[in-house]
């Protein structure tokens, strides 16, 4: 990109660091019991993809792009690939952090069951995660609204540049989602490519608000939460149904549920024990206790 060496405009805040204490007694929940984890948005911030719902992006409202609006609007769709392809290169360039890493080796040691997550960028994956349900989707690829076909989504970056030259030149701030701020005015001369085999519109391969989550990764969630006898949220709000529902259940039938987040979740009622850090912080020191 064109833009300045960090696109990111907002501040870390402070980072609080947890007692030993806390950790200890997380780590003593947690042992000897088949653990699911469920990750959001917050699980990604240190890798320096925005959230929706953070500290810092609350005080910016955003509007994320919804199912019906994309499907419907061949102006809605030229806005969210003109912005997009602003932001790719910085999304799709996203390292795992601390977190994902230990993660990845508390589910090799057998600690961690797997992974629902929210996310769409493959992090948990890059990080070690083997078993990862990514009940949003993966950004990594695009699908054919009509013939459903999907392609990569670097090739279909190589392909929107293609239609657009210079279009990355331009200078954004990045948002949420491999997303860019950019006004209307700015995105209307932007050509979008269709799909190559029946010129249809293409769509990222992730559900959009208001959009339903597939049947079969739902199922697969669910069957991973239902074999586990934990869950462990690392940064949710929960305010999405879709994750916040694994938290009912859990609670419901008495299964304990911790939450490591910056910040309060829609869920801190129902846990058991409850952890405000960052997760790149408190999954590592985690790992840690539990020999791993």
């Known amino acids: 990109m064109a833009s300045s060496a960090s ?7 402070p980072d609080p660091t947890p007692s030993t204490s806390l950790l200890d007694a997380l780590a003593g929940l947690l042992l000897r019991r088949d653990v699911a984890v ?9 890798s320096g993809i925005p959230d929706y719902r953070g500290p810092q992006t609350r005080e910016k409202a955003r509007n994320p792009m919804r199912y019906r609006a994309f499907t419907s609007s061949a102006d809605a769709r030229r806005h969210y690939w003109a912005r997009s392809a602003i932001g790719w290169d910085s999304f799709s360039a996203a390292e795992p952090n601390d977190g994902h890493h230990a993660l990845g080796r508390l589910e090799r040691a057998g600690c961690v069951r797997g992974v629902v997550t929210q996310n769409v960028d493959g992090l948990h994956q890059a990080g070690g995660s083997d078993h990862v349900v990514e009940l949003h989707g993966s950004l990594a690829e695009v699908i054919c609204l009509d013939c459903r076909q999907v392609e990569s989504r670097h090739a279909f970056q190589e392909r929107l540049l293609d239609r657009n ?3 990355l030149s331009r ?7 491999g997303d860019a701020d950019l006004s209307v005015d700015e995105t209307i001369v932007f050509d979008v490519a269709p799909c190559q085999q029946c010129g249809g519109a293409m769509k990222p391969n992730v559900v959009f608000f208001g959009e339903d989550v597939p049947d079969d990764r739902t199922d697969a969630a669910w069957e991973l939460v239902d074999e586990c006898e934990a869950l462990l949220v690392v940064g949710s709000s929960l305010t999405v149904y879709s994750g916040f529902r694994f938290v009912r259940a859990m609670a419901k039938r008495r299964s304990p549920v911790a939450i490591v987040n910056l910040g309060p979740t829609r869920g801190d009622d129902l846990a058991l024990m409850r952890i405000n850090g960052r997760t790149g912080t408190v999954l590592p020191r985690l790992a840690s206790l539990l020999g791993v």
Do not use: K, M, R
């Open 7 to 13: 696109p990111f405009s907002s501040v870390p805040a």
């Open 38 to 46: 469920l990750s959001g948005a917050g699980a990604s911030t240190e």
């Open 165 to 167: 030259p210079g279009w």
């Open 171 to 177: 200078v954004a701030e990045i948002a949420p989602d």
